[in-house]
Structure formats: structure tokens, C-alpha cells
């Protein structure tokens, strides 16, 4: 309880600091980014931390910790005061009501997911023991880049800025590894549900409605609860509803794993399948041309939070909504101003583009997936203001592109050091030749979304002009070139050893002969494909007629450096226009998997579908509840009853996943002992291993020899994982994917078996010297998987003991 209650007061304190400079740096919004400070701050100050620490400015401890804070204070204090009439401290009395609600949601969605995760505190299977082994590595670290735990003498190969972040928090209070692996995810969570929050009441808002503090709170809802609708479909699974003994056609026809066999008996209303809740993450079906199922990963927020795997694309979260916020700011017009770089100009104002870059390269190193999507968002954002200001014209395009060329470059030089030891397995781009994403599985995914989607886009062809034919053909021109560009890659990669396995898994003994069956199987599964077009082509078709409505408009708009945030707003166009291209974009982010993937370990489109999908679900969820205010504000008409109540059906399907999920997932909060430990398990379950770790924790830092295996997702590495000191080699399936290779760590694994099986104590000493290994830990694991020979090791001191399990301690050499 008391770590909660100090990461609340150091965010919140974090908070109130940043926020005079988001004050400052934010004055088109109408909340003046509020809501986003934390976010803000937390960002900056782990810049500033991390940057210090990479070049050896400062350490990572307690005093540097404490001095780049400082450092972060007086300038936010000093530079946010500014040159506005109105102070940042009048503006929280004059608005204290939202920022009541404001404080309220960020707490009950801190302290609310904590609670949840204090009855399934377990830093166990899938990606939780790498997540929290990178955490334990940031704290014993003492600069950066961190030690990476699972290979000695290497530093992560990893987007680890999250970790970095999570280190900060836990080491400023004095928190463990454990308890600040689940404190971190119920962070998130809580600024997440702020950050969107906030931005939801700054479109409504912007839209002139007439009372935005409550409306906006769907905005948290859509983002992070509002799940797909595979839960709705367990319900209906489990009622039988569909079967007639074992026959359900239904079920047949939606092919789903697990739902396609008959229900359990007696009939119910509740799923009871083990971890059916997971099914969810994997509505996405692949089945190639032999009728061979490929798993795809598909999360969604609600998901991620629920399993509290503290991944980037988790972590990266509320950083990702600030950019959103940031883009925002650029669109109405908060960054009037010039940057003169003598061949060409950028027209935005200095402070802009720096934050911008800090902010976009931040994301990128907490999830560099995000980057490019939020870069094209801030883009667009600038294209669109600087077409209400002058009209569409070549110039604009110019714009655009030196624009996101410089941002995009000092968003990565701003972060040099953590690319210089950056190493990615991506290769390129594959094609999707067979892979069509259906209809049904589509709808599944997103319907909760599309519903208010759809609606909203009809809507506004009551308020806004709209050029179908020009946004239509863009669209679908679009996705006949992706196609084209498909199949052209396709067959240029014909002759590669992987495609041609590819081509003869598939049955087929040529390239053509895939293509055609191919396309066939594209219109058999066109429903996905027609759905896209439809949402992108009405997007485009608002989009393109709002730039010739306005072509030739002249607005002059006030200076963002003296205008108050009132006068900008009103200078400003609606907030639809913006929203439209989160729309846009979301949509081209699901519309590229149809086509192309990127090169990965996994050799398939799982990796991009996931990545690609989580963040279309952000930028759609935040219109989807826009939309949802707007259908019950604003719709008109005799079908309005009928809109409303099918909006309300659906979200309420949508509500059908958490509401029965949660209490399965943590057992019905049935735990005797709630604690916000990942840890914790250890000493129940392997009280000599837990013993081990607490021993080394007041040891000097060294490299570890313990069990190690070529596989992930095992019991292996757990020394490292839960001390934060580097073993020879953990999981080696993970470190290929880091890695793109084996050059790194090859023959390791072999290295390790000798170490705890071979007599010679001269070739062991060999082995220690070459990894510089400190502790050498033989335990029940390691007796398990080699056949130990423990009598070499007398040659060294025995430090620690228990039960079975003993360290021995290896002299440092000269």
C-alpha cells in the first residue's frame, strides 16, 4: 500500500510541475493539456534521466534522479510562466471542476487496476519474465544503456524506454522490481484513461457541444474497456444457441478455434473454459490455400491490461495519446510560426517542432512501431492547417514533406544512443499474397467500433460537404495499387528459397498458379476489403471536399505565442477534419496487412497484424466515442431511435467481454494473500531460488551462470530475471528476435552445459573467464537439466546456501 500511495503522490507531484509547461507549449487546446501532463512529465524528465546517464552526466541513482528532476521543475516553473494574461494557476481555479474529474479518473483507474492485479500479481508465463527482467536490469544498472539480463556483456537490444520509465518510479520510491512491474501497468492504465479523457473533452469541446466534463468520460470507456466482440460470442456459445447437438452451422461457417465444437454441458450463460478469455486476442483466422491455420495476434487494450503483459505497445499508451494531443495543437493552429532552414522553411514555431520531436522520439523508443503513425498524424495535422490558412496547392505537399523528413530525423538523432546498441530483426517487406482478412473475423475485431464509426460518418453528410466520387476512387485506387504492389513483390521474390517452400507448401508448382487461387480467395473473403474501402473512401470523400470548400479561404489567424486559448479555438476550424484523419489513418493501419508485412522471426503477418491493429483500435476508439455523443446530441430524424438503439446494442456486446472476463482472469478475486509482487510466486514455489535472489541483491553487480535453454517461455533464466544481474544466456528464443541472429550469443548454450558437466576444472575456469562470470548457482534447475559435476567447484568459496541450492563465488581477476 505504501508503494501505491508514493507513485501516486510522485505522479501527481510530476504532474503539477509540467504542467505550467504544457500550459505553455499547449494553448490551442481548451483543456490546455491538463490531462496529458503527467504523461508529459513523466516523458521529459526520463528524457532528460536517460540522456544524462547515456553520457555518463549523471548516474543511475538516487542523486541523478533527484537533479534531472530538478532540472525539469525550474524549467517547466520558470518558462512556463509565459506572457499570457491568464496564469496556470488561474486557469486550474477558473476550471476546477474538470480538473476534479480529471484527478478522480486518473485515481479510481490507478488504484482500480492495482486492485485487480494484486489478486494475479504473477510475473509468469508469456512476456512477463522478460518484462520484468529488463525492469530488475534498469535498477542494478548503473548507466545506460541497461545490462541486458539474459546475455552478459551485451546492453537490451530492445525499445527499453518503458523500462527506463518504470526504473525511475521504482528507484525514486524505493520500490522493488516486482511490486513496480504491476504498479507500471496499473500506471498506464490510469494515465491512459486520463490522456483519452482529455482529449475526448477537448474535441467535444471544440465542436461547441454544450456540456463536455461527463460526455468525455466515454472516451476512457471506448479506449479501454469497450472490448471486440468474441466475448458476446462465448455468451452465445455457451448458450448453445446456434447448435443442434454437434451440428452448428454457424459455428461451422465462422470457423473459429474453440468455438467451432459443441458447447460444454449443462447449458449456461457464463464461459468456463480454461483461459477462454485469451481466444479473444485471436479472432483473426489464417488459413492458407491446404486449409492450415496460422495463428495472428490481435489485442486490444482491454485484453492487454487484463493479461498485464508490460509490453511496449502497453507502455507506450498514454505517450501515444500525448502525441495525438500534440497533433491536435498543431491543427488549430497553437504553433503559429517559422522555421527558417535557409534552402526551405517550416511554418511552425521553434518550441513546436521541439516538443514534437522529443515527444515522437520518446514514443518510438518506448514502441517504434508508434513512430510512424503519429508522425503521420502531426503531419497531416500541419498539411490541414496550413490548407485552411492558404488552400490546397503544390506547396503543401513541400510542406509536408520537408516537415516529416526533419521531425522524423530529430525524433531519431534526439535519441541517438539507444539506436547505436539497437539491433531489429525486421528485413524488410513480405508480401500477403494468401492471407485475406474475412469480413466476419473483421467485424468481430472491430465492430464495436465500426457501429459508431459508420453512424458518425453518415451523420455527417448533414454537416459537412462531401466529394464521394474523388474519396472513393482514392480509396480504392489505393487498394488496388497494394494489391498490385502485392502481387508485382510477389512474384519478384519468386525464386527466393522461402517463397518457393512457400509455393510448394501451398500445393501449387508456380508463382502464377498461387496468384490466381489467391485472388480468387480475395473476392470469395471480400466483406474485410469492402469494409475498409467504405471507411476510407467516406473519410477521403469529407477530407478532399473540406480542402476545395476552403482552397481559396484566407484566415488570418492570431499569434499562439500572445492569443488566449478562447480567441484560438474560435480561429480555428471544427474539430471533424482531424478526426477524419484518425479515421484515415486507422484505417490505412488495418488496410496494410491485407498486402504487406514486415520481415520478422515469426515469418508470417502476426507481428504487423498485432501492432497495426492495437494502434488503429486507439485512434478509432477515440472518434468512436466523439461519435457516440454526437449520434445522441446531435442526430436528427425518423431513423434516429433506431441509430441509437443499435449503437447502444453493440456497445453493449462489446461491454459482454470485461464484464465476464475480469473475474475469471483473477479468479473470481478469490486470493488469500492479495500483493502487488510479480516476485512473489518465487519464494512460494521455489523458496531456495527466492532465497538466492534476496542474497545477490546485496552483492556487487556480476554475471551469473545458471540453467539456460534455447527455448522462450520457460522456467529458465530465473536468477537473472529476478535479480537484475546478467547471466550467461536466458531465453534463446527471444534473443534471436532481438538480435535478428545468432552471432551474437551462438554456442553459449553448449558453453554452459560444459561449465556444469565436465571434470576439468581447467576448462571450466576457461568458460568462467570468457563470460567474467561472478556467481555460479547450482540449484535444483540446473540438476535437472545437466548432469552436474559440483566436485570442480571446491576450488571456489561457497558465499550462500540453501537447502540444496549453493552460489559460489568466483574470484575477480585482474
Not at 106 to 112: C, E, T
Not at 227 to 245: K, M, Q, T
Not at 548 to 575: I, M
Not at 795 to 811: A, H, K, Q
Amino acid at each position: 500500500m505504501i508503494n501505491f500511495i508514493l507513485w501516486y503522490l510522485l505522479i501527481t507531484a510530476l504532474g503539477f510541475l509540467t504542467f505550467p509547461l504544457a500550459y505553455r507549449l499547449l494553448p490551442a487546446l481548451p483543456e490546455r493539456g491538463y490531462a496529458l501532463s503527467r504523461a508529459l512529465g513523466l516523458l521529459l524528465w526520463g528524457f532528460i534521466f536517460w540522456l544524462a546517464a547515456s553520457f555518463g552526466l549523471a548516474r543511475n541513482d538516487l542523486a541523478g534522479l533527484f537533479a534531472t528532476l530538478l532540472i525539469l521543475a525550474v524549467f517547466s516553473l520558470w518558462w512556463g510562466r509565459g506572457v499570457e494574461s491568464e496564469s496556470p494557476l488561474h486557469w486550474l481555479k477558473k476550471h476546477r471542476g474538470y480538473v476534479l474529474v480529471v484527478e478522480i479518473l486518473f485515481l479510481l483507474a490507478f488504484a482500480g487496476l492495482a486492485f485487480v492485479r494484486s489478486h494475479a500479481p504473477e510475473a509468469l508465463g508469456t512476456e512477463k519474465p522478460m518484462e520484468l527482467a529488463f525492469i530488475n536490469a534498469v535498477l542494478r544498472s548503473e548507466t545506460f544503456p541497461p545490462n541486458d539480463p539474459w546475455l552478459s556483456g551485451y546492453a537490451i537490444s530492445y525499445y527499453y524506454f518503458g523500462y527506463v520509465l518504470t526504473g525511475m518510479m521504482a528507484k525514486f520510491t524505493a520500490t522493488s522490481g516486482g511490486v513496480a512491474f504491476n504498479l507500471m501497468i496499473a500506471l498506464v492504465f490510469g494515465m491512459s484513461a486520463a490522456g483519452a479523457y482529455g482529449l475526448l473533452y477537448n474535441f467535444l469541446t471544440l465542436a461547441r457541444k454544450r456540456s463536455a466534463i461527463f460526455p468525455a468520460l466515454l472516451g476512457p470507456l471506448f479506449l479501454l474497456i469497450v472490448s471486440n466482440l468474441e466475448g458476446f460470442l462465448e455468451v452465445l456459445h455457451r448458450l448453445g444457441i446456434g447448435w443442434n447437438g454437434s451440428s452448428g452451422p454457424f459455428w461451422a461457417w465462422l470457423n473459429m478455434r474453440d468455438l467451432s465444437t459443441p458447447p460444454a454441458q449443462p447449458l449456461g450463460w457464463i464461459p468456463e473454459r480454461f483461459w477462454w478469455w485469451w481466444r479473444a486476442s485471436r479472432v483473426v483466422h489464417d488459413y492458407d490455400l491446404q486449409g492450415i491455420f496460422r495463428e495472428i495476434i490481435d489485442e486490444f487494450p482491454f485484453f492487454s491490461y487484463l493479461l498485464a503483459d508490460l509490453h511496449p505497445h502497453v507502455l507506450a499508451m498514454p505517450f501515444g495519446l500525448l502525441a495525438v494531443g500534440l497533433a491536435l495543437n498543431l491543427y488549430l493552429g497553437g504553433w503559429a510560426g517559422e522555421i527558417n532552414l535557409r534552402l526551405t522553411k517550416i511554418p511552425l514555431a521553434p518550441r513546436g517542432f521541439v516538443i514534437l520531436a522529443v515527444v515522437l522520439g520518446g514514443v518510438a523508443f518506448l514502441n517504434t512501431w508508434d513512430l510512424p503513425v503519429y508522425l503521420a498524424l502531426t503531419g497531416l495535422g500541419l498539411a490541414f492547417y496550413r490548407i485552411r490558412q492558404y488552400g490546397w496547392a503544390w506547396a503543401r505537399l513541400e510542406e509536408l514533406g520537408v516537415f516529416g523528413f526533419t521531425l522524423g530525423l530529430s525524433a531519431i538523432l534526439l535519441y541517438f544512443p539507444f539506436y547505436v546498441s539497437f539491433s531489429s530483426q525486421a528485413g524488410g517487406i513480405l508480401p500477403n499474397i494468401v492471407f485475406p482478412t474475412r469480413g466476419a473475423y473483421l467485424w468481430i475485431m472491430f465492430g464495436s467500433l465500426f457501429v459508431p464509426l459508420f453512424l458518425f460518418l453518415l451523420h455527417l453528410r448533414s454537416k459537412l460537404p462531401a466529394n464521394l466520387r474523388l474519396g472513393f476512387g482514392l480509396a480504392l485506387g489505393l487498394t488496388l495499387l497494394l494489391w498490385l504492389f502485392s502481387s508485382i513483390l510477389g512474384l519478384a521474390l519468386a525464386n527466393t528459397d522461402a517463397i518457393r517452400q512457400f509455393i510448394t507448401s501451398q500445393g501449387a508448382t508456380g508463382a502464377g498458379e498461387v496468384l490466381r487461387a489467391a485472388t480468387l480467395r480475395r473476392f470469395e473473403f471480400i466483406g474485410g476489403l469492402t469494409t475498409l474501402v467504405l471507411l476510407l473512401g467516406m473519410s477521403a470523400a469529407y477530407l478532399t471536399a473540406i480542402r476545395a470548400e476552403e482552397q481559396n479561404a484566407s484566415v488570418e489567424q492570431p499569434s499562439s505565442e500572445s492569443a488566449p486559448a478562447g480567441q484560438l479555438a474560435q480561429a480555428a476550424e471544427t474539430p471533424l477534419p482531424f478526426l477524419l484523419l484518425m479515421i484515415l489513418l486507422g484505417g490505412l493501419m488495418v488496410l496494410a496487412p491485407e498486402f504487406v508485412y514486415l520481415r520478422d522471426g515469426f515469418g508470417n503477418r502476426m507481428n504487423t497484424v498485432f501492432k497495426f491493429y492495437y494502434q488503429a483500435w486507439a485512434l478509432w476508439s477515440l472518434v468512436a466515442a466523439f461519435g457516440f455523443v454526437t449520434i445522441f446530441s446531435e442526430m436528427r430524424g425518423w431513423l434516429t431511435w433506431a441509430a441509437r438503439i443499435v449503437l447502444l446494442l453493440v456497445t453493449v456486446m462489446g461491454l459482454a467481454y470485461p464484464v465476464l472476463s475480469l473475474p475469471s482472469r483473477v479468479n473470481y478475486f478469490q486470493s488469500e494473500e492479495p500483493t502487488l509482487d510479480a516476485s512473489g510466486y518465487l519464494a512460494r514455489y521455489a523458496p531456495a531460488d527466492a532465497a538466492v535472489v534476496e542474497f545477490l541483491a546485496d552483492q556487487p553487480w556480476g554475471v551469473v551462470a545458471e540453467a539456460s535453454t534455447k527455448d522462450s517461455y520457460t522456467e529458465y533464466a530465473r536468477i537473472a530475471t529476478n535479480s537484475g544481474l546478467a547471466n550467461i544466456m536466458g531465453w534463446g528464443g527471444h534473443q534471436l528476435q532481438w538480435r535478428g541472429g545468432s552471432e551474437a550469443f551462438g554456442g553459449r548454450q553448449e558453453d554452459i552445459r560444459l561449465l556444469y558437466e565436465i571434470p576439468s576444472w581447467e576448462k571450466a575456469s576457461e568458460i568462467l573467464a570468457r563470460y567474467n562470470v561472478r556467481y555460479v548457482v547450482i540449484g535444483d534447475l540446473e540438476r535437472r537439466t545437466y548432469q552436474v559435476n559440483e566436485q570442480k567447484f571446491i576450488n571456489l568459496p561457497e558465499i550462500f546456501r540453501s537447502g540444496d541450492t549453493v552460489v559460489y563465488l568466483v574470484p575477480e581477476r585482474p
